[in-house]
C-alpha cells in the first residue's frame, strides 16, 4: 500500500483492527505531520465508531506534539451517545506519546430554523492567481498532492503584509470514500496569514489549536474545488489568530474554521 496516496492511508487505518496507519515524509512540513492528515486520522478513527451514518457538526482539535512519519495509532472512545447527537473523542499517538487529541459532534438532521448563511463573495477565477508549482520553492512538499492556486496578493513569504489570504484548492486524489476527512484536509491548507509579512523563509510555525464547524454535511457536497477565504485577526507576543471560510465552487458555505498559531520569526 501506498505511503504517499491519502486514500490508501486512511483506508488502511479504516480497515484496521488495531487503528493503526503509516505515512512517509511527503505529508511532512518540518518535523510533524501536515496538521490536516494529522486530523484526518483522528476523523477516520471515530466514524469508525458510528454504529449508523452520522455527519460531523463540529470538531476541536489540540496539537500537542509533532506527528513523525512512520506508524500512528488512534484510540477512539464515544463519550456520549444520545438519540440524535454522538460525542465522541480521538487521540493520534506516535511511540506511545499522545500528539493529538479531538473532540468531535456527530449529529443526524432535524426540523428547525432554516437560516440561510451570508454569502456575499465575488472570488477571483482559478485562472487568475497563482498556482502551488509555481511557487513551490517557498511551500511545504505536502502541497503537490493538491491542486491550487493562491489569490489576491496574499502570498506567503511574498513580502506584501496583508491580513487576508484567499485561494482556490482541491485534492489531487480521488477522496470519494471519505467526504469527511476530505473537507477537514482542505480547510486546514491556509498556513499563519501572517506569513505574508515576510519576504523569505522558513518562518517555523505551527497550530496550537483548531476550531471547525460544518454549516452542510460533509456528505452533501459534491464539489472538487474549494474557495477558502481566511482571515488573520490579531498577532502578538509569538501567537496569531485567524478565522476563515470554506465555500464549494457554487458558492455554498460549507465549513467555518478557527485557529490559534504560533511562529518564530
Known sequence: MQLSDLNSILSRLKESEDNITSFDESWSQGRSAYGGIATAFAVTG?????????????????FIAPVPPGDVKVDAHIQRQGRNVTQMSASVICDGQVCLQALAAFGNPREGLNIPPKTDINPATIESGVKFADHAKRAPGFLKFFEGVWLDGGLPFGGKPSRELNLWIRHRADMSDFQTEKLVTICDIPPPVILSYFDHGPIPSSSLSWSLEFVVSPEEIESDWFYLEFVAEAAADGYTQQSGKIYDEMGQLCALSRQCMVYFG
Request: overall charge positive; proline content about 12%.
Open 46 to 62: 471515530m466514524r469508525k465508531l458510528l454504529t449508523t451514518p452520522q455527519p460531523m457538526r463540529s470538531l476541536m482539535v489540540s
